[in-house]
């Protein structure tokens, strides 16, 4: 399966613990863009980056939320201190530069 | 800034009916790009066609078939013959040279096709 890799696909996080989501883009993509669905709204931008570089935040929560994607391996959405307004879905999308975005199945983090 | 507006919410059709999903867009940029993007029930997200602002040809896939107005900022989606497997959240999309490559969705219109 070539598609976008998203792990794991149901997290589930007490108040103040940590999350940490992963995302493998498509063969070929070097651009990754992370989304959040709240309950009942539609998606917003967090952030983009690619290889070793975020290229555009200003979607990201100010605090608790840090994003990478390394040279090597998927990237990482973190979220620290997890409260329970956090619970949404979130979306990664990889593209190549200019290009369609192709989204992954998505991780629905629920905060008890 | 930019902005894209579905004003449906949730829409019924019985199986077979045509339907036609509204799609209004505000943006300064010259050059933009325009998605839908489809949700099923199981939650992912179901890239279906981009447009660019400077083809506004309609387009026609199988079934589906999209309508680009740039006068009217409108980027409509029509589902012909509607099936049970047609019922999802549709969403529509923008991208342009001010945004850079993110996307802004507008809210959805969760379709419901019945038997």
């Known amino acids: 399966n070539a598609g976008v890799m998203q792990n794991p696909r149901h997290l589930v996080r007490r108040r103040g613990q940590e999350a940490r989501l992963r995302c493998s883009p498509m063969?070929?993509?070097?651009?990754v863009y992370w989304y959040r669905q709240l309950p009942e709204e539609g998606l917003k931008f967090m952030v983009y980056?690619?290889?070793?570089?975020?290229?555009?935040e200003s979607g990201m929560p100010k605090e608790r939320f840090s994003a990478e994607f390394p040279k090597e391996g998927p990237s990482i959405l973190r979220i620290q201190q997890v409260v329970r307004g956090d619970s949404a879905a979130y979306f990664c999308?990889?593209?190549?530069?200019?290009?369609?975005?192709?989204f992954g199945p998505g991780t629905r983090l629920t905060v008890l | 800034a930019q902005k894209v507006t579905q004003a449906q919410t949730e829409i019924s059709v019985v199986e077979k009916e045509d339907v036609t999903l509204d799609c209004v867009y505000e943006?300064?940029?010259?050059?933009?790009?325009l998605f839908w993007y489809k949700q099923p029930p199981s939650g992912e997200l179901v890239f279906l066609i981009r447009?660019?602002?400077?083809?506004?040809q309609n387009e026609i896939s199988g079934r589906y078939s999209w309508n680009f107005q740039k006068s009217t900022s409108s980027f409509n989606f029509t589902i012909t013959a509607s099936q049970v497997v047609d019922s999802a959240v549709y969403f529509c999309?923008?991208?342009?040279?001010?945004?850079?490559?993110?996307?802004?969705f507008g809210e959805g219109t969760q379709l419901t096709v019945n038997p």
């Open positions: 943006t300064r940029d010259t050059t933009y790009y």
């Open positions: 447009r660019n602002s400077f083809d506004e």
């Open positions: 980056l690619q290889k070793e570089n975020i290229i555009d």
């Open positions: 999309a923008l991208s342009g040279e001010t945004s850079g490559s993110r996307l802004t």
């Open positions: 063969k070929g993509h070097s651009h």
């Open positions: 999308a990889s593209s190549s530069f200019g290009t369609t975005q192709y």
